[in-house]
């Protein structure tokens, strides 16, 4: 006995199944979407740093552990959107030649089934559903494009523009930061109103391009497309032969539901999707569901990330400050030839975000002041797929994340190429020369300071490729093993680049929409 029998069924609200429940949902197919936790409550609180970044308010509470058995406290978020709801909002492209094979300074970073000319069509859909802005032709690094942005870049705050001017004048070319913003610059009609709260925070207004507004409440407008959130997807079964799904196992309400569907897609993040395929186990799938390769879990990426605090003399008045980049170092320089990665900025940073963070303090600044005088500065670096940084269970069920970085040494150098950038700023008007205080780490992990509790970029851990014997997923990311099982979250990355993953997942969920569509009609 089922709950009900579906065309689709779609696990996860995110980046992935957010999209893809926008594009199946015209179809008029039945398509049934689960999502573990419930919509983000609006509220003052949204907004109120203490509440969002240290108490974690609206963090899960679930538990998992490191390697060695040491409780982990993610910093990740179940609700409807994902964590699209908390994110900044950058949707990068991924550079064309991420597609291929990249040497780094730690080793080969392999090439993808696919390349960057079959996903670009999904690139420009996904920024036109995500309302992104942006300018072309800034950033050297940025691939070929069949169309412009579709709405013109934010523009900069005059510290910010100060700054790019300062870059500039070095020979490095700063860019506007592409942004899923729903802006109109000086219109009293913006739904955005460039606030300070927009990076690690819910958008009060609506007005950020998450899942949830620009993915799912599109899609429920459609009579075909049902949602039921508090709806913790527990394993997925196979009939007979184990070549398919024949029940999504829910526990919703206190109860057990099962529901079936022609065709079963997981996307609940590359974390929780490796783990309820590994739950999933069964005789014919003994080492966990779609697993015959021996790689669900494997490779986990989650990029080399830091928040590098510039403090200087003068204060720095800018309020929406996520608006400049620059990728001069992402394939390297004439003194260290690997790939290094990219530079921009977090939302502007307070002294309460700040004291959750522990970092070195200035001297002679308090934290108030300290962010006050504060760039806040955000720095990725590529990561490597390792097949033992892995998503694991332990006996009780629990999920286990065994990581260790790599390619630390080009995170090195990217951070010391920052610091040369910002120690030939031009001279202050006020303080000259001595107006730049120095940069200061700051970790970016508020409820465990550690790295790996922060999982925001996760991805990697159900490879997509053309040879099952060394991946999960096929090109259109069905299982390997199984007829009618899809993924569409950020597990299917053979590697992680160095740029946010968001746009890459959305515009992947967009070309497997395609495949899906094709399939069921």
Known sequence: MTNGHYDVIIIGTGAGGGTLARKLAPSRK???????????????????????NVEGKYNTKEVW?????????????????????????????????????????????????????????????AEQLYFVHGKQGEDPTEPWRSADFPFPAVSHEPRIAHLAEDF????????????????????????????ATCDGFPCLLNAKSDAHTCGIEPALNFPNVTLLVNSLVTKLETDPSGKRISAVVVEREGEIERYAADLVVVSAGAINSAALLLRSVN????????????????????????????VSKCPNPTVFQKTLGVNDFYFGSEDFPYPMGHIS?????????????????????????MAKHSLDFWLTTEDLPRPENRVTLNRNGDIVLDYKPNNLESHKRLQGK?????????????????CHQGLFARNLYLAEQIPLAGVAHQNGTLRFGDDPKTSVLDRNCKAHDLDNLYVVDGSFFPSSSAVNPALTIMANALRVGRHILRRVN
């Open 30 to 52: 039945k398509i049934l979407i689960l999502e573990r936790g419930d919509f983000v409550k609006r509220e003052p609180d949204n907004w109120n740093s203490s509440a969002v």
């Open 65 to 125: 552990y490191d390697r060695d058995g040491k409780a982990l406290h993610p910093h990740t978020n179940y609700n409807v959107g994902g964590n699209t709801k908390f994110y900044g909002s950058a949707l990068f492209r991924m550079r064309k030649e991420d597609f291929g094979e990249l040497k780094h300074y730690d080793g080969i970073s392999p090439a993808w089934p696919i390349t960057y000319d079959e996903l670009e069509p999904f690139y420009t859909q």
């Open 283 to 310: 005789d014919h799938h003994p080492n966990g569901l779609a697993n015959s390769s021996d790689q669900v879990g494997r490779n986990y990426m989650g990029h080399v990330n830091s928040v590098l605090l510039a």
């Open 418 to 434: 920052l610091k040369e950038l910002m120690n030939n700023q031009r001279k202050c008007d006020m303080h000259g020369g001595e």
């Open 168 to 195: 500039a004048a070095m020979g490095v070319n700063p860019f506007h930061v592409p942004l899923g913003i729903q802006l109109k610059e000086n219109d009293r009609t913006s739904s955005c109103v460039r606030c």
């Open 345 to 369: 900025f977090v939302g502007k940073l307070d002294g309460v975000t700040l004291s959750a963070g522990a970092p070195a303090i200035a001297p002679g600044f308090a934290l108030d002041q």
